[in-house]
């Protein structure tokens, strides 16, 4: 038969969700309930001496402190393991381990740091630790680069060396294929390990092909209870369990793991949701660090098409270590489409010549203020120019979208026969109505504070080119916490409650640099004012 295993990281995985806060009892009553499942290692937290020691949460920074946590926890079968993320913990910080209540420590490092991690994994296995070396970002090796580093784990000998999907990319044939390389020149006593994420929704067809891998060597795979963890969650415990059960005859206790998730788990999940996401996907399939794409996508401004285009730009050797000034170069290069927009600007201010602009937001307050806004739209000298949306309650002489998002959904929306012109900056790729206006967004974006692309900053800073020199505002209301802030729910695009306050900020420091440039009042009432 088959010698396999579960390593059940529901306590440290899991931890990324909650910031390892899940309470002393549930610490130890999870771990209890584990052992009783019969899975064979049950990893207890991270070892991180940057993180002071707290009883409720499975992060601390040296053994000690696991023994402190668990020492009303007799062991049974299953092997206690922790995990170190090299760099994180010294090696003063690991007790020996025959007087911990850890038995087995897992050390985490890309590729970059082997010369510098190994001598530590070895200083670990000294100290009588069954090692777990995890190739992390597993992706990233060539296949020559891994048979090199095989050799220098045959040369230290762990208790294992895993395969880790970091990024989720991996199917089953590239499983096998790396599996093979493994299996082939691994030391045969070294146990092989696999981690799955789900960004592919992969996880649990993955660890089945996994263990499903013909080889006469001793196999252990990753997972925890009901996928909890990190960016697009885990192989699901009680899932890889059943399987195991029904195919290779083994006795895991599935009532456990739904007991863990009845009784603890599932109020974080309704707080704290993990599991397939389109951004995790998108970041597996772009073959890019998750952080890239989250960063695009809290732009709020780009279509998902747009973000792919720049994810795509960036260079392969780039994709798996986030920096964030790069994307944010990147981000501004994508929307600096650079135009000659002399004329335009001249025939927009052949078109605003005279008048006073009148400028709509999509606030609540254009619904609820109505008539006073009509009042003043009524005027024969005032032009109506609605930012980033199209109010069919107004009449309107100009439309005006800097945000390909906000593009989509006027497109979308629109019908036949819109007397309104319409101008877009260069950001924006039109699809359906073709603009009458293209102005350049890097000559707008570059002048305001911070390189703002928030809209109203951008078209009156294009107001300011064209020779404005009297608006009003009616819309831009600001973003209240738990708010209805739009006229139509279908506009709301604003984020979380932490990026709308931050918006708040910009905006009104940007007005405030516009008010050396150009007059403006408040028809509705705003935050901004």
Known sequence: MKQIGLLDCTLRDGGYVNDWNF???????????????????????????????????????????????????????????????????????????????????????????????????????????????????????????????????????????????????????????YFDLFDNNLDPEIRVGYHAHNNFQLAFSNTVKFFNLYTKRALIADCTVYGMGKSAGNCPSELIAMHLNETYGTKYDLSQFLEILDADLLSVYQRHYW??????????????????????????????????????????????????????????DYQNNVIDDAQVIKKLARK???????????????????????????AKDVLTVSVNFYPKDYACGLVFISNAKRYSRFADTLEDGMAAELAVTSNVEAFDRRPDYVVNYESLSSSLPHNSDNALLLCMMLLVRTGVKKVMLAGFDGYLPGKEDYYQSSYSFAGNEAYKLEMNGIVREGLQYLKEKISFEFVTPSLYA
């Open 352 to 378: 605003f010549e005279g008048k006073r602009v009148l400028l709509l937001g999509p606030g609540a307050s254009i619904r609820e203020k109505k008539s006073e806004i009509l009042a003043y739209a009524g």
């Open 275 to 332: 599991g397939y996401k389109y951004n995790f996907y998108i970041s597996a399939m772009q073959n890019c660090h998750p952080n890239y794409v989250q960063y695009l996508l809290d732009k709020k401004t780009l279509t998902v098409s747009a973000v792919n285009k720049i994810l795509e730009s960036i260079p392969q050797e780039r994709k798996l270590s986030y920096d964030a000034a790069y994307i944010e170069k990147a981000y501004l």
């Open 23 to 177: 309470g002393h009892s549930v610490i130890t009553g999870t771990y209890k309930r584990l052992e009783a499942s019969g899975v064979e290692y049950i990893e207890v937290g991270f070892l991180d001496d940057r993180r002071p020691f707290d009883i409720n949460r499975t992060i601390a920074p040296n053994t000690q402190s696991f023994d402190e946590i668990f020492k009303n926890v007799k062991k049974g079968r299953a092997v206690p393991v922790a995990m170190i993320d090299f760099g994180t913990c010294a090696l003063e910080n690991i007790g020996p381990a025959d007087q911990s209540f850890i038995e087995g420590i897992r050390v985490i490092f890309k590729k970059e740091k082997i010369g510098q991690a190994l001598p530590f994994c070895r200083a670990v296995k000294e100290k009588g630790y069954k090692l777990f070396i995890q190739a992390i970002s597993i992706t990233a090796y060539s296949d020559m680069e891994m048979l090199e580093y095989i050799q220098k784990i045959n040369e230290i000998k762990p208790y294992a060396f895993s395969i880790v999907d970091t990024y989720g990319l991996l199917d089953n044939r590239k499983i096998a294929h």
